[in-house]
T-cell receptor, first 113, second 116 residues
Framework: GNSVTQMEGPVTLSEEAFLTINCTYT??????LFWYVQYPGEGLQLLLK?????DKGSNKGFEATYRKETTSFHLEKGSVQVSDSAVYFC????????????FGTGTRLTIIP | DSGVTQTPKHLITATGQRVTLRCSPR?????VYWYQQSLDQGLQFLIQ???????AKGNILERFSAQQFPDLHSELNLSSLELGDSALYFC???????????????FGEGSWLTVV
């Protein structure tokens, strides 16, 4: 079945540091890949997505590239801010059949000033 | 604001009781999904409805049931509650029931259930 393996947290960085959160997946066919973010006390928000190999999703300074050869979708940001502190979830959905999302375990990110 | 509305936001109930969680999807979305987020299990897919019919079932216990009504709102019923059912329950919605080039699934803010 489908699965997502996500970098263990928590991750603590100083403001303006470079961020990478690793995500690899196992899936049949060609899934779509997503990063969701959960800010403290809030629900899940879509951060970015990519639907085919070599696509790059980007939003709010975050980027992730769909790498089929390494089955990865790592999240990056060049300069993090305190407001980026949240839990980040990598997820996939199969490209055929229903759309349910399979999530990774989440990575808690804390940015210190 | 994702446009997905869940009520109640917080709920405390005793073991053995039954609760109903309600979800209104985004306008125009036909699919509704229920997810459970707990500390030990992470985010788990429970069930999906599409235009009133069950489309997919995940790790949903027999004590739990759901339905989607003609106006497309959905309810998740949890019965014979146990301490381990304490979790954040998310509802989500999307336009279609079948994957079409990465349709986005939009999540509500969740319903916090505490079983004491």
């Amino acid at each position: 079945g489908n699965s997502v393996t996500q970098m263990e947290g928590p991750v603590t960085l100083s403001e303006e540091a470079f961020l990478t959160i690793n995500c690899t997946y196992t899936a049949t066919g060609y899934p779509s890949l997503f990063w969701y973010v959960q800010y403290p006390g809030e629900g899940l928000q879509l951060l970015l997505k990519a639907t085919k190999a070599d696509d790059k999703g980007s939003n709010k300074g975050f980027e992730a590239t769909y790498r089929k050869e390494t089955t990865s979708f790592h999240l990056e940001k060049g300069s993090v801010q305190v407001s980026d502190s949240a839990v980040y979830f990598c997820a996939l959905s199969a490209n055929f059949g229903n759309e349910k999302l399979t999530f990774g375990t989440g990575t808690r990110l804390t940015i210190i000033p | 604001d994702s446009g997905v509305t869940q009520t109640p936001k917080h709920l405390i109930t005793a073991t053995g009781q039954r609760v109903t969680l309600r979800c209104s999807p985004r306008s125009g979305d036909l699919s509704v999904y229920w997810y459970q987020q707990s500390l030990d299990q992470g985010l788990q897919f429970l069930i999906q409805y599409y235009n009133g019919e069950e489309r997919a079932k995940g790790n949903i216990l027999e004590r739990f049931s759901a339905q989607q009504f003609p106006d497309l709102h959905s309810e998740l019923n949890l019965s014979s509650l146990e301490l381990g059912d304490s979790a954040l329950y998310f509802c989500a919605s999307s336009v279609a029931g079948i994957q079409l080039s990465g349709n986005t699934i939009y999540f509500g803010e969740g319903s916090w259930l505490t079983v004491v």
